[in-house]
């Protein structure tokens, strides 16, 4: 690792909700960061400019209008470090949280923003006062793909960490929003960097332990909420999100409105629609809606032309071509866009729905090219010619290929077959390369059916030597004394009460 | 995708909610089975406080009251762990130990019953009251229960023989031959066995001759 230029960073720390019953600890924790150069600055009620001698506390007021976007607007605004992180009055950072982050992105010029993992502290209120810690449970604990971060909130909000500059370009965040205002806000700043995964918990945060007596809650405003969150657009460029346009010269102009809105709903990755029609065939849609770019074309034109017309305007970097309406295979044009970008060669586009069907996600660049080549010939005679192959996608390239292994390996496991399920566990860790996670949640399954504690223990035994957490020590225990190792168990029982009463904030991680 | 992470997130929570208390549990008893009985009452303790709803530390603190031979304190924890659960067959069984400890065999009989009937599978209670049906000399109910516990466990030979030697005393020698020889086929060569099978065909031999004398 370069060293650290002689000036350190400037890093501020956001605390917002300072008034909630943990206020006071999450204060403490970003005070006990052990990074020199550190800026608070604590919206609602805290005390006023305090300075340690490093760290800079500034108080400011609690916005009348108090939801979660203006508070943090409002203290983005102050903001003077080079990075920011974002803590709430629920949370507190371990002091080595900043340092750990800093020193990753400084190290590491091609990301902008940095995360790490979590504990969610379980916790009910203390008969004397303060909070009793029932439990930690391990959130995130793996890299997010970039689709992950498109689709939902993938990061844990206090395990955040990214360079201020980057909110110039993402914009601030929307006071429209009653919720989601973190993921909105994550979602937007990928559209600029990409995400540095710093393995290792170096946050908690608090969160009630759940009545159930309580009725379910009613979020009736997600759905509303999510497709706010989907449709918005930070103004381009946009460096790292390569913009789909989805291009639909349609057989059946009567098929596409259910169609298009099906796209619309199961495509989290920003795109464009471009419907090329004649006068006729555009009537059943009413007014072009806003996401659409209808394309007039003749009434005869063959699908060639269509296409063609439609290409002329398109200015996303990737382009879906579709025939005919995709039906079930609507998830599989989010899919191709993944492949592309992420797997495929140059000389690659990638195809949608079975073999032999024409349709597919292009670059679309390459896609002009071949067309100018050889206008004469059908779109899929030039591309082709122009040495463009067509392929599937591979089942390893597929985006949900490791949730689809949890999935199996999690329906497995609730069936009771065990060694199954712990083998498609190692799949997904091979595959993704996230063992801890993947060893614990074989270790589990095993365990949980018996007869392959061996097998259990050694997967617990290599996680705890590296990323020990409360419930992967009462796992490895749990495995110890059905072994006869009473002894060793009860040390690992030790060590997880510790995790439990340890005040990690003041004294860092217990591992 | 962004409801189904936020249900599992949900799950993992309430799963979490769980963890001190079962540490606190698991320790307890890997401190009992240690012999550190001060650790391990201390770690029920603080579970009791934790979840004062739960029978189970209660249960512990009784069978740590019962090795450190404090049968008051031992009796307490079982009848507070009795009281939390109704259908605790451990508070049963905590309290028929107490009571044999005591002497009180019909104390124990009764309880090692409850502790049977809410849970037919306890071998514990089924030897219980196979201890004390035989000092107490009545055995129509622990026939019961060990075929009923044979039903479900037909290999288990310590409660094969068990049967054997009740069905022998209550006379019936051919069930007692059964048992016994299928004790045999699962321990060949068990000296017990042998013996009492030696005795109950002796025992079928006479009654055989006495119904051939009397025709």
Same mark, same amino acid.
């Given at each position: ?84 992180? /974002? ?31 979590? /504990? ?392 | ?215």
């Amino acid at each position: 690792m370069p060293p650290l230029t002689t000036t350190p960073p400037r890093v501020t720390v956001v605390l917002t909700a300072a008034d909630a019953p943990g206020g006071a600890d999450a204060l403490r924790s970003a005070l006990a960061q052990t990074w020199p150069e550190l800026e608070v600055l604590v919206v609602g009620d805290a005390p006023g400019e305090v300075s340690d001698g490093r760290a800079c506390v500034r108080r400011l007021p609690q916005p009348t209008d108090a939801d979660r976007a203006t508070a943090l607007n409002q203290a983005l605004a102050h903001a003077r470090g080079r990075y920011v992180c /974002y803590l709430t009055g629920h949370d507190v950072l371990y002091p080595n949280h900043v340092r750990r982050l800093v020193e990753a992105l400084e190290a590491d010029a091609g990301h902008g923003a940095a995360y790490s993992d979590a /504990y969610a502290t379980v916790f009910r209120p203390a008969p004397g006062g303060g909070r009793e810690v029932l439990g930690k449970v391990l959130r995130g604990g793996r890299s997010a793909e970039r689709l992950d971060l498109l689709a939902g909130e993938a990061i844990q909000p206090p395990t955040l960490l990214h360079r201020r500059d980057l909110l110039d370009q993402a914009g601030p965040c929307r006071q429209e929003l009653d919720s989601l205002v973190d993921w909105d806000l994550h979602r937007r700043l990928s559209f600029f960097t990409d995400f540095l995964y710093v393995p290792g918990v170096t946050a908690e945060r608090y969160v009630p332990a759940p009545d159930t007596s309580a009725p379910p809650g009613d979020r009736a405003d997600l759905p509303e909420a999510v497709a706010s969150v989907l449709a918005a657009r930070p103004p381009r460029p946009w460096p790292k999100i390569a913009e789909l346009a989805v291009v639909l010269a349609p057989a059946a102009a009567a098929r596409w409105p259910v169609a298009m809105e099906e796209i619309r709903r199961r495509t989290v990755v920003p795109h464009r629609l471009y419907l090329a029609v004649t006068a006729d065939e555009a009537k059943p849609l009413g007014n072009c809606p806003d996401d659409v770019a209808c394309v007039p074309v003749g009434p005869g034109w063959p699908w060639d032309a269509r296409v063609d017309k439609a290409l002329g305007r398109v200015e996303c970097p990737c382009v879906a071509i579709l025939p005919e309406p995709p039906g079930g295979a609507v998830g599989s044009v989010q899919d191709a866009w993944h492949v592309l970008t992420r797997h495929a060669a140059e000389d690659e586009a990638i195809r949608i729905g079975p073999a032999g069907t024409f349709a597919g996600v292009f670059r679309t660049e390459q896609l002009l090219v071949a067309r100018r080549r050889r206008p004469a010939l059908s779109i899929r005679r030039s591309i082709e010619a122009d040495g463009i192959v067509l392929r599937s996608p591979r089942p390893d390239e597929l985006p949900g290929a490791f949730d689809d292994l949890v999935r199996r390996a999690r329906d497995a496991a609730d069936h009771g077959r065990g060694i199954e399920a712990a083998q498609l566990y190692e799949a997904a860790g091979q595959y993704s390369g996230q063992t801890l996670w993947t060893d614990e949640a074989a270790a589990r399954a095993l365990y949980r059916h018996g007869g392959h504690d061996e097998q259990a223990l050694a997967a617990c035994t290599r996680v705890n030597a590296r990323r020990p957490t409360v419930a992967s020590l009462l796992l490895e225990a749990r495995l110890l004394r059905r072994s006869g190792q009473v002894d060793h168990a009860a040390q690992r029982l030790q060590r997880a009460r510790e995790f439990l009463e340890e005040p990690t904030h003041r004294k860092g991680p217990p591992c | 995708m962004l409801s189904v992470r936020t249900f599992r997130d949900l799950d993992d929570v309430a799963d979490a909610a769980g963890q001190r208390f079962d540490v606190l549990m698991e320790l307890a008893d890997c401190h009992a089975a240690l012999g550190d009985l001060d650790r391990a009452h201390c770690c029920y303790r603080q579970a009791a406080r934790l979840e004062p709803g739960r029978p189970e530390p209660h249960v512990g603190l009784g069978v740590v009251g019962v090795q450190l031979d404090r049968l008051d304190d031992a009796e307490d924890a079982f009848d507070a762990a009795a009281r939390r659960e109704p259908t605790c067959a451990e508070a049963y069984g905590g309290l028929a130990m107490v009571r044999q400890r005591r002497g009180d065999h019909a104390g124990a009989f009764d309880m090692h019953l409850k502790c049977l009937e809410l849970d037919t599978d306890n071998l514990v209670a089924l030897l219980g009251l196979f201890q004390t049906s035989c000092q107490m000399g009545t055995f129509a109910k622990i026939i019961h229960y060990l075929e009923v516990y044979l039903g479900r466990h037909p290999g288990d030979t310590s409660v094969l023989f068990c049967l054997a030697t009740l069905y022998a005393r209550e006379g019936h020698f051919a069930g007692a031959r059964d048992c016994l020889l299928d004790v045999l086929a699962l321990e060949p060569g068990k000296a017990e066995a042998e013996q009492l099978l030696d005795a109950v065909r002796r025992e079928l031999a006479d009654t055989q001759l006495q119904d051939t004398l009397s025709v």
